[in-house]
């Protein structure tokens, strides 16, 4: 590190939990972030400024007026403009260093399983359980550490599924591919805005925490926040021997 460096992260070198090496190991990173919305935004916004080095962030949708209102890495002057474009421009104002590469689309297929193998985490901010289910499938083969989070109304939920260890569960031993699950979209439901800053911002800080491999995560965990009576809890996952996504029988 340069002295710019140490003086920019300087407030993650003095933890004694990440020190130098927590940050270099920031520095040398890559995290995948699927979605540049509402949990997209904080989950981009923090990985940048803590310095993690190649953030690759994949989102196909376009910046709308309704979104401004929690994806508060959009500006009021990107509306209409790629939200990809939008957040790239808002991360290097924040943090030149970082190497933000921008995809606008709706990643599937091989092309999300390479992401996957070259990134050192995985971030889920995505609303829909398609793609959330294509991810995690990506992230059980590659065994990568995946951090999932959603936002709807007054209620978020956010688990960790390090897919590095064999008995973790998957997101689908907990929502399975075949279950009811009805994707609940903001546009109809609403989202309070802060909700959203605060479950991308622990997103966050479990990706920071995985990459620095500091502390205890979320894995194998689900927490739970209903920000309306500002009561969180968390419940403990277990892996599904029947889970047609992860159990090896499967
Ligand atoms: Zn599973």
């Not at 009021?76 to 689309?105: F, Q």
């Not at 920000?227 to 403990?236: D, G, L, S, Y």
Request: with cysteine; net charge negative.
């Amino acid at each position: 590190m340069n002295d710019e460096q140490l003086l920019r992260y300087s407030r993650h070198i003095l933890l004694p939990e990440l020190g130098i090496e927590g940050q270099e190991k920031f520095l040398a990173a890559r995290a995948l972030v699927i979605g540049a919305g509402g949990l997209g935004s904080p989950v981009a916004l923090y990985l940048a400024s803590a310095g993690v080095g190649s953030i690759v962030l994949c989102d196909n949708e376009d910046v709308d007026l309704t979104n401004l209102q929690r994806q508060i890495v959009h500006r009021t002057d990107a509306v209409g403009k790629r939200k990809v474009d939008s957040a790239r421009a808002t991360l290097a104002a924040i943090n030149p260093e970082v190497r933000v590469e921008g995809l606008p689309e709706r990643v599937d297929g091989e092309r999300l399983e390479i992401l996957v193998q070259q990134a050192d985490v995985v971030i889920d901010g995505c609303d829909n359980f398609a793609t959330r289910h294509a991810v995690n499938r990506a992230c059980v083969r590659a065994k990568k550490p995946l951090v999932s989070g959603a936002a709807v109304r007054f209620d978020g939920q956010v688990a960790v599924f390090d897919l590095r260890a064999s008995t973790a569960p998957c997101y689908a031993c907990l929502f399975p591919e075949s279950g009811e699950s009805e994707d609940v979209r903001c546009a109809v439901m609403g989202v309070f805005a802060p909700l959203t800053g605060i479950i991308g911002s622990i997103q966050a800080a479990e990706a920071l925490k995985i990459l620095a491999g500091t502390g205890e995560t979320l894995a194998g965990r689900l927490l739970l926040l209903d920000a309306h009576a500002m009561q969180v809890r968390t419940i403990t996952l277990r892996k599904d021997p029947a889970c047609p996504v992860c159990s090896t029988a499967g």
